[in-house]
């Protein structure tokens, strides 16, 4: 079983920056992909950004040139540097881990519990 916990949310002023961390924990698995999503009060969940196990990233549109993902293989563990935050940015931010667990070589998708995240003066 593969857990991930995040941690960094919190209230920042507009334009202000938060770094949010998701350490996945566990025996006998890899991740390949790590991803961040977000849902805002009565709003479906939305894709923010993606990196993938060579180090590749995506970011959705909304948060390009402000957000960056990242991941440190060694300790499982993928980031998000949040700049320039802005009101419609706030919302509960989930860590997404696409892992292979061993011996069965089986891929599942892991959520984590979301950090809230909020944007205000």
């Known amino acids: 079983q593969v857990q991930l916990v995040e941690s960094g949310g919190g209230l920042v002023q507009p334009g202000g920056s938060l770094r949010l961390s998701c350490a996945a924990s566990?025996?006998?698995?890899?991740?390949?992909?790590m991803a961040w999503y977000r849902q805002a009060p009565g709003k479906q969940r939305e894709w923010v950004a993606t990196?993938?196990?060579?180090?590749?990233?995506n970011y959705a549109d909304s948060v390009k040139g402000r957000f960056t993902i990242s991941r440190d293989s060694a300790k499982n563990t993928v980031y998000l540097q949040m700049y320039s935050l802005k009101p419609e940015d706030t919302a509960v931010y989930y860590c997404?881990?696409?892992?292979?667990?061993?011996?069965?070589?089986?891929?599942?998708?892991?959520w984590g519990q979301g950090t809230q995240v909020t944007v205000s003066s």
């Open positions: 990196v993938a196990s060579g180090g590749s990233t």
């Open positions: 997404y881990a696409r892992v292979t667990t061993y011996p069965t070589y089986y891929a599942s998708d892991y």
């Open positions: 566990g025996s006998g698995f890899s991740i390949n992909a």
